[in-house]
């Protein structure tokens, strides 16, 4: 039982590339959503899924994209990268029937130069 | 829009002192209030509060909910060097229960 899984770890990627998060969870979780990190700040929701084929915008999501076409992965893209891109990259998953505890990845490192 | 602050934002404190950490929110649709430990990578966590009044533990950490005053204090005891990291105060709302963070208060313990 691995819980929650995020590839890659960390990424280099120049300006105006694209490329994809993956996060994968084992644990048959409803809910999965995607949260940035900067420096100073707390998490920042970026897009969520109430379940496979639904996703929803969350606080800060210009810029990303995502897609939840199976349960278990909810993946994020960035199709043309910028600098203030730059941030580390949570993944987390809950359960559903009223439990709040989300459950969190190892994060990706990402740096837009 | 939803605002969860943190205080301090940095504390200092030696093996065997006790630490409050404070937590304030404005958020619609409070769900429940939830507290992570993040040491290097991902967040961890601690407890999940719905009630007020209701005290949380676990070992030498404790928390509470005063949902009239919209806040949330984490207490750690007799503090160790492990004690050390930032810790993270988060509210649920929604019928997601999506997470609204606060900045975090960075915690090092000296030994």
């Known amino acids: 039982n691995a819980g929650v899984t995020q590839t890659p770890k960390f990424r280099v990627l120049k300006t105006g590339q694209s490329m994809t998060l993956l996060c994968a969870q084992d644990?048959?979780?409803?809910?999965m959503y995607w949260y940035r990190q900067d420096p100073g700040m707390g998490l920042r929701l970026i897009h969520y899924?109430?379940?496979?084929?639904?996703?929803a915008k969350g606080e800060v999501p210009d810029g990303y994209n995502v897609s939840r076409l199976k349960k278990q992965n909810f993946l994020l893209g960035l199709e043309s990268a910028a600098p203030s891109q730059t941030s580390v990259y949570f993944c987390?998953?809950?359960?559903?029937?009223?439990?709040?505890?989300?459950?969190f990845g190892p994060g990706t490192r990402l740096l837009v130069l | 829009e939803d605002k969860v602050v943190q205080s301090p934002l940095s504390l200092v404190v030696h093996e065997g002192d006790t630490v409050t950490l404070n937590c304030s929110y404005e958020?619609?649709?409070?769900?429940?209030l939830l507290w992570y430990k993040q040491e290097k990578k991902a967040p961890t966590f601690l407890f999940m509060l719905?009630?007020?009044?209701i005290e949380k533990k676990s070992g030498r950490l404790s928390s509470i909910l005063d949902k009239k005053e919209l806040s949330s204090i984490l207490n750690i005891t007799a503090t160790q060097t492990g004690d050390s990291a930032i810790y993270l105060c988060?509210?649920?709302?929604?019928?997601?229960?999506?997470?609204?963070f606060g900045s975090g208060t960075q915690l090092t313990v000296l030994p």
């Open positions: 987390a998953s809950r359960s559903s029937g009223g439990k709040e505890t989300q459950y």
């Open positions: 988060a509210v649920a709302s929604g019928s997601a229960r999506q997470l609204t």
């Open positions: 644990m048959n979780h409803e809910y």
């Open positions: 719905t009630s007020s009044g």
């Open positions: 899924s109430v379940g496979e084929g639904t996703t």
């Open positions: 958020v619609t649709n409070f769900r429940s």
